[in-house]
């Protein structure tokens, strides 16, 4: 079984620029979560997604970042303009309905 | 509201060693548990995972964990550590809803010497 996949896995932007990160899930799995690492940190939510739908963007900074999963599979993350901060390991994660979550490799953001 | 604590942003052991990551949880409903480790460049991988079955889990590499209700904590172990044991371990809770969000620590790396 193919797991999660995740493009671009890096990135260097200059700030004020925009980036799009995609993520493919595991086939068949409903939920889809984007999570930022910021260094030294563990994993913090953006958002959660069950099949189209939003189920928490409650940590989306949404005056910059936004996001959408195409069709309840695909999903892109965007930023727009990227700030310094931005600055992070952005994982993707997927789960079957009320089950454990699998995690791509993610994408390194430097924004300088 | 749920949050997890990690006692120590490093650990260094003897290959060979006894292995110990602390974890210790808050949590206003009674919890899921998960320990995972990342490996430089790479995703998160699940470890092992406590959900109400027996408190004492085992998980993959040798690894276990034991749920401790009373210390409200969920600490990681191995009895002997091997050089492919260092990478980064997070532990991470949720509430029994199926599975629902993750709040991670903010980790624990552990280095492991000849």
């Known amino acids: 079984e193919a797991g999660v996949a995740q493009s671009p896995r890096y990135k260097i932007i200059e700030k004020r620029q925009s980036v799009a990160f995609w993520c493919n899930p595991i086939s068949g799995h409903a939920t889809l979560y984007w999570y930022q690492q910021i260094l030294g940190q563990g994993p913090k939510l953006l958002i959660q997604?069950?099949?189209?739908?939003?189920?928490?963007d409650s940590q989306l900074p949404k005056d910059r970042f936004s996001a959408e999963r195409l069709k309840g599979v695909d999903s892109t993350l965007k930023i727009q303009p990227a700030k310094l901060e931005d600055s992070a390991v952005y994982l993707c994660?997927?789960?079957?309905?009320?089950?454990?979550?699998?995690f791509g490799p993610g994408t390194r953001l430097t924004v300088t | 509201a749920q949050s997890v604590t990690q006692l120590g942003s490093h650990v260094s052991v003897s290959e060979g060693a006894l292995v110990l990551l602390r974890c210790n949880y808050s949590?206003?409903?009674?919890?899921?548990l998960f320990w995972y480790v990342q490996y430089p460049n790479q995703g998160l991988q699940l470890l092992l995972k406590y959900t109400s079955a027996a408190t004492l889990v085992k998980g993959i590499n040798g690894f276990e964990a034991e749920f401790k209700k009373s210390e409200t904590s969920f600490h990681l172990t191995k009895p002997s550590a091997h050089m492919s044991d260092a990478a980064e371990y997070f532990c991470?809770?949720?509430?029994?809803?199926?599975?629902?969000?993750?709040?991670f620590g903010k980790g624990t790396m552990l280095l492991v010497s000849p």
């Open positions: 994660a997927s789960s079957p309905d009320r089950g454990e979550q699998y």
């Open positions: 991470a809770v949720s509430d029994r809803r199926g599975y629902s969000t993750l709040t």
């Open positions: 949590s206003s409903v009674p919890p899921y």
């Open positions: 997604f069950q099949n189209n739908g939003v189920v928490d």
